[in-house]
């Protein structure tokens, strides 16, 4: 289901190419009208396939990817719409070689309800439906017109969010902007930051690969960089070599593991005591290679 996925972005790629490719031309006949439908059929197809596989249980590195395949349907997604929004001049009809009549107009798009049904999803109680939601009220409220982002306010209050959410909201908003603020200060989970230090002080690597551990530490780093005040990133810094990120270090662990492996079966290349693997991840077995610090 994977591939069908990746089939339904690499499809969403080649019309967005073809949009461009016309120019001013896909406004003429039912470019935008068979382009537009053919997307919507392509999008509706990748939700229920992404619905199906994240109704099952999976790995977190296909969990992660499928969450990267849908990010970026979602961005060509909006692309097409936009490309497919008429603008706002008209183009002349005299002859072929005619021009518009004003020149670079800013795109913007009127409020869809059949687009937005399908881009924003509905509340329930999984912390990730609220971030799907912002996500997606940031991305469409971009493209769309003034009246448009008043209607989109109205439709995510109205039908996005559930009955105990909307007791928290306000009952209006004069702009997206506030509405996305309190969706994260009053609906999103507030995690405290010494909480998430202590867990990246004693985290331990267990009997986990070096990538499920790796991620498991990145998502803390996120999680503490969302929960501080003061939006400090650099509390935590990588101490491993020229290595300025996370990834950087983990993917040198990784390599050395595999290289380990070919040379001595019995040797950890990751260990965080002197007591063997998992205890904190303060250091690796070997000056060499990378080292996590807090």
Known sequence: MEDDLVKCLDELKLIRKYLIKKGKLRYQGNVIKNKLAETEKIFEKSSNIIQCITSKEIKPKSLTFIASISDEIKLYYSQIINLCSKPACHMSSSDSDSSETCSNPELKMEFDLKTACSLIPVMNNNENS???????????????????????????????????????????YSSTKDLIKDLKNKLLVKKSPTAIQSRLQTVSQGYRTIEQFGTAIENLFADLTIAQADGDAEKYEIAARNYKHLNEAIQAAKDEELSAASSSRGEDVMHFSTRGRGKSYSHFNSHTRPQIRG
């Open 130 to 172: 609220i971030k799907g939601i912002i996500d997606s009220i940031e991305m469409y409220s971009d493209m769309l017109s003034s009246s448009g982002q008043k209607l989109l306010i109205t439709f995510v209050l109205k039908s996005r969010l559930s009955q105990n959410a909307k007791l928290r909201m306000l009952p209006e």
